[in-house]
Every structure is written in structure tokens, then in C-alpha cells.
């Protein structure tokens, strides 16, 4: 049951794999859970909360449901319900680092660097490691201009190889307007997943942002070869087929972006 | 242990299963998201990091490991800034170029073709500043703003001060008729007589304003005089003024000076200045000045009427000099 989640069994062998067994949550939050991330890795953040909030109707002790929650209001642009709903989680979880840094995210977005830095650094007090505090780390670098994003990208590269996270720093890029750093990271994604095709529908908006159109075609190609009537490329393809003049591109091209 | 609502070491509740919790996430319309993005206090913060966060690194692509502040402070001057980030031959030849257009600006201030220059010396110092805005490793928006915002800021500090010194000291002004001795298209500088810097008295050319009246003339006819002229101050408050046969007396002493065209001078004239007032003998209006019944009435310029002191000629550069 998750009430015991946090004991400290003194037997580790048999009776820690069972404490173990007794931690997972139960096969329908297990699938809940993994529906959720499912929907994740296809960019279907709205469907993906909906599976996490049903994971903890029947499980309010999952943390990875809570965070999963928070990330995905934040992937939906709804960033002040992001930040209202990480710091309800945290009452219930208080000083929980991923939580806290979903906070900060949240945050970050929000625009309020400062407190974001500080809820940061607070995560980063909290032991252990994780990708996604390297990610929010990252990303409030990128928000407040500093240098060394790159390193905190990487470093949640090292710590987790799942494609999701390059993918994720790319839409971190790709929300605060680093087209050219975006289209790298969606890149590494890429290459970890070929045969996911929300990665290569990220690495397509990110060369269309930079003006490459005939790779943003080919790239949604792939997407759409991996995912037929996937509405947001479709659409985007068609954009770049029936692209005329736009003085705003004019403008990008005038300033041209690093 | 049991009765404990929270985990000893980390804190957190161990009450969830038995707690009544809303799972289900506040969310936000589709309508206040859209409207988030133009939030005023979102963008307050953005706004808030662009002024104060963002300037110390300003330093950006070609520019890096260069001190933000004096860079900052150098965006005031064309060209500094480059050179004061090493490369100098952008920076030399955007400060020359500028220095370059400023003089000439000068030189043909008050026509078309000075205003064109002038342009162009500040679309220089704006380029000086796009080039560092430009270098700066963000996004579309954030450089334009920035860019706005330093050039926003250029002005105020440097060209709005500077504007409002110059034309303490000398505006420019187009002549628009032919009134001897000057000629339609002249520029002439004038400082106004506000500023102090030369205080009207007899003797100067000065810029007036007619008072607006109608004069009745010979043959029943009426002129309406009004607008700028520019004349010679022949005496100041309280002087009597005879101009007689082209000779001047001021007080019933013979004075040299003379107004601007003689030739166009009343014929007669017996006129007394009160306190805050000047006598112009009007030579420059452009009618007969002879066939005006009261032409005394005409010469006595009130002080506020007196807009500046004409002191130099600049167009055309042939004629260019001193205004005596």
C-alpha cells in the first residue's frame, strides 16, 4: 500500500523485494501511468494529464502522477495552473525535488525568474539526481540568458538516455526563441528514437522557425510517414507548400538568428 | 508508525490514501491563455530582466568576454562600442561615416538635402546599435526590443539634450520670399530670444513677428500684414526714432544704423517706442511700404513679438557669413 512506500525495512533480500512488490502501485495505476507517458511521447499533453489525474483517482501517493501532471499543464501553456498545482503537490510532498523544479519551470514561464531560481536551487538541495532538475535548470539558464544551458542539458543527457529528454530540452529552446539550439537537441532525439514521430515533428517546427523548409518538409515527411494524419504536420506541410512573402520572416532573416 | 501523519525524514503526508484530495487540475480557457500572453504582469517581469537582467549580457555573439556596462555606455556614440569590442574598423567607420554625415548635415541644415544627411548620420548611430543588439543570443522579439529600447534610451540621453542646446544657440530658418537682402530658399540661424544667449537690442538683425492688422493704404486699399520678417532694431524702449530723407536719428542724435533694404525704407517716420518695445522701420514686407497710412504704427515691435537674433547666414554657401 502507498502509505508504506517510505518505510525503512530492515530486511533487504526477500522482504525488501516484496516491500519493493508493495511499493509499485497497482497494475491499474501502472497502466494509467503508462498510458500517460505514452500519450507524452506523442505530444498529446492534454490526453496525458487526463491519464495521470485518473492514476491518482485511484493513487493520490504517486509523485510521478503529481509531477507528470504539473509538467503536462506546463506543456500546455497553462503555466500559473502549472505553478498553483506543483506547490498543492508539494504540500503533500513537501520538499519533493521534481516537484519543487516543476515548480520553478512553472514559474520560469511564468516569467518570475527570480523565485524560479530560488525554488530551483532548493530542488537541487534535495538529494539525489534527476534529469528533469537538469532540464529546469537548463531551461531557467535559457530564460535568463546565461551561459552553460548546454552543460545542464547534457548533464540530463548522462543521467537519463531516454529520447524524451533532448526532446524536452528542444522545446524548452523552441519556447523561449533558440531555434538553432532547438533543432540540435530535437536532432539527438532523433537519432535516440528515428521511429518516434513526435521527435521528428519537434525537429520540423524548429527548422521551420529557422527558415529551412526543405528540411522541415522532409522531417515532417518522416512524421507523417510514422504517424498518417497527424493534423499539426499536415498542416504545417501545408504551410510550407503555400508559403508566400511575410515581412515578419523578412524581419527574422534582417536580424538572423544564432 | 501508527499515528504519525508524516514521514519523519522527508516530510511527506502519510494520510494520501485515506485523504480527500482533488486530483484534477485547475485549468485554464482557451480565451485566458490567449490572453496570458499579453499579460501585463508577465510581460512586466520580461520587461523588468530586459532593463536589468539582460543588460549585463549584453555581450552576445561577437562580443563575448567584453564588460556589459561600459559597453552599454558606449552605445551613446557611433562606432565606440565596436571599437571598444576590438573591432575597430567597423567602429572607425561607423563613427566616421557618422561624423561625416553630422558635418554635412550641418553644413546644409535647414534644407531638404541637411535634413536627408541628418537622417542618415542617425540611421548610422542606429546601425552602431543594431550591430551590438544584433549580437545578442536571444530571440527575435527580445532584440527587437532591446533595440527599440537602447534607441529609445540614446534619445532621450543624447539626442534630446543635444537638440534642445542647439537650438538654444541657432535654428535654422528658410526664407520663403525674396526680401533684399535675402533671397527665397536662404537659410538664415537665428537664436531665440528666449534663450538669452543674445538679448535683443538696437542694432541686430532680428526675426519678428508682424502684429496681425489690417492697414488702410492709398486708392482704398487695405493690407493685411502679418507673419515673420527679419529687420534691423533701430532703438529700443522709450527712444524717439525720426527717419527722415534716409537719416536716422535716435533721441535727436544721428545714428548709423539703417534698416535692411533701404530701398524699400518708409519715407518718413517719426516714431516713439513705449516701455517693451522696439522700432523696426519695416523695409522687408514685401508692399509699398509708402502707400501704408501709419507706418510708425507698424514699427513700434513689441518685445514678445521679437522671436530671436538673425546672426549668421548658411545657404547658400556662397553667401555664407556673418548677418550684419
Known amino acids: 500500500m502507498a502509505r508504506f512506500d517510505k518505510l525503512e525495512l530492515e530486511s533487504q533480500s526477500p522482504a525488501g523485494s516484496r516491500a519493493v512488490q508493495v511499493a509499485r502501485p497497482a497494475a491499474d495505476d501502472v497502466d494509467w501511468i503508462a498510458q500517460a507517458d505514452a500519450e507524452r511521447r506523442c505530444g498529446q499533453y492534454e490526453n496525458s494529464l487526463r491519464h495521470y489525474s485518473r492514476a491518482l483517482e485511484l493513487d493520490k501517493s504517486l509523485v510521478i502522477a503529481w509531477l507528470g501532471q504539473a509538467q503536462s499543464l506546463v506543456f500546455l501553456d497553462e503555466f500559473v495552473e502549472a505553478e498553483l498545482w506543483s506547490r498543492k503537490a508539494l504540500e503533500s510532498f513537501?520538499?519533493?525535488?521534481?516537484?519543487?523544479?516543476?515548480?520553478?519551470?512553472?514559474?520560469?514561464?511564468?516569467?518570475?525568474?527570480?523565485?524560479?531560481?530560488?525554488?530551483?536551487?532548493?530542488?537541487?538541495?534535495?538529494?539525489?539526481?534527476?534529469?528533469?532538475?537538469?532540464?529546469?535548470?537548463?531551461?531557467?539558464?535559457?530564460?535568463?540568458?546565461?551561459?552553460?544551458?548546454?552543460?545542464?542539458?547534457?548533464?540530463?543527457?548522462?543521467?537519463?538516455?531516454?529520447?524524451?529528454?533532448?526532446?524536452?530540452?528542444?522545446?524548452?529552446?523552441?519556447?523561449?526563441?533558440?531555434?538553432?539550439?532547438?533543432?540540435e537537441r530535437a536532432r539527438q532525439a532523433v537519432e535516440a528514437a528515428p521511429d518516434r514521430h513526435y521527435a521528428w515533428y519537434v525537429q520540423a517546427v524548429c527548422e521551420i522557425e529557422l527558415g529551412l523548409d526543405t528540411r522541415a518538409h522532409s522531417s515532417l515527411q518522416r512524421c507523417l510517414e510514422l504517424s498518417p494524419g497527424h493534423v499539426e504536420a499536415e498542416r504545417r506541410m501545408t504551410d510550407i507548400r503555400h508559403r508566400g512573402f511575410s515581412p515578419f520572416r523578412v524581419l527574422r532573416r534582417f536580424f538572423g538568428r544564432r | 508508525m501508527p499515528g504519525v501523519d508524516a514521514c519523519g525524514r522527508c516530510g511527506a503526508s502519510l494520510q494520501m490514501a485515506t485523504a480527500t484530495l482533488n486530483v484534477h487540475p485547475p485549468r485554464a480557457g482557451k480565451w485566458v491563455k490567449r490572453l496570458r500572453k499579453w499579460d501585463l504582469w508577465r510581460h512586466s517581469f520580461r520587461l523588468w530582466h530586459a532593463l536589468t537582467g539582460n543588460v549585463p549580457r549584453l555581450g552576445g555573439t561577437y562580443y563575448a568576454n567584453v564588460p556589459e556596462r561600459p559597453l552599454l555606455l558606449r552605445l551613446a556614440v557611433p562606432g565606440w562600442a565596436q571599437i571598444y569590442c576590438e573591432r575597430t574598423l567597423l567602429g572607425w567607420f561607423l563613427l566616421g561615416l557618422y561624423a561625416l554625415l553630422l558635418a554635412f548635415a550641418t553644413l546644409f541644415i535647414g534644407t531638404q538635402f541637411g535634413s536627408v544627411l541628418l537622417g542618415l548620420a542617425l540611421a548610422c548611430h542606429a546601425a552602431s546599435i543594431v550591430d551590438i543588439v544584433n549580437a545578442v543570443d536571444d530571440g527575435l522579439v527580445r532584440r527587437v526590443s532591446l533595440f527599440v529600447g537602447f534607441l529609445f534610451g540614446v534619445a532621450m540621453i543624447v539626442y534630446l539634450p543635444a537638440g534642445w542646446l542647439a537650438t538654444r544657440f541657432a535654428v535654422p530658418r528658410v526664407i520663403a520670399v525674396d526680401s533684399p537682402p535675402f533671397r527665397a530658399g536662404d537659410v538664415v540661424l537665428y537664436a531665440p530670444a528666449t534663450a538669452g544667449f543674445m538679448s535683443p537690442h538696437a542694432g541686430q538683425v532680428v526675426l519678428y513677428r508682424l502684429p496681425n492688422l489690417f492697414t488702410a493704404a492709398r486708392n482704398h486699399t487695405r493690407y493685411f500684414l502679418a507673419g515673420e520678417r527679419i529687420d534691423r532694431i533701430l532703438a529700443g524702449p522709450g527712444q524717439r526714432v525720426v527717419w527722415r530723407k534716409g537719416k536716422l536719428e535716435v533721441d535727436g542724435e544721428p545714428s548709423a544704423l539703417a534698416p535692411l533694404d533701404l530701398a524699400h525704407c518708409p519715407a518718413d517716420v517719426d516714431v516713439t517706442a513705449a516701455a517693451g518695445e522696439f522700432v523696426i522701420l519695416p523695409s522687408t514686407l514685401g508692399v509699398d511700404i509708402n502707400a501704408i497710412a501709419d507706418a510708425g504704427q507698424i514699427s513700434r515691435i513689441p518685445a514678445q513679438d521679437i522671436l530671436g537674433t538673425v546672426y549668421w547666414q548658411h545657404q547658400p554657401l556662397s553667401r555664407l557669413g556673418r548677418v550684419r
Not at chain 1, 513537501?94 to 512553472?106: D, G, H, I, K, V
Not at chain 1, 539525489?128 to 548546454?150: H, K, M, N, P, T
Not at chain 1, 545542464?152 to 526563441?177: Q, T
Open chain 1, 94 to 183: 513537501p520538499n519533493n525535488s521534481e516537484l519543487l523544479a516543476a515548480r520553478a519551470q512553472a514559474l520560469c514561464r511564468t516569467g518570475d525568474l527570480k523565485q524560479a531560481l530560488a525554488v530551483c536551487d532548493g530542488s537541487f538541495k534535495q538529494p539525489g539526481q534527476s534529469a528533469y532538475r537538469w532540464i529546469v535548470r537548463g531551461e531557467l539558464l535559457v530564460a535568463s540568458r546565461q551561459d552553460f544551458d548546454r552543460h545542464c542539458f547534457d548533464k540530463a543527457r548522462l543521467l537519463d538516455s531516454d529520447w524524451l529528454v533532448p526532446l524536452e530540452a528542444a522545446l524548452v529552446y523552441l519556447h523561449h526563441g533558440f531555434y538553432s539550439r532547438a533543432v
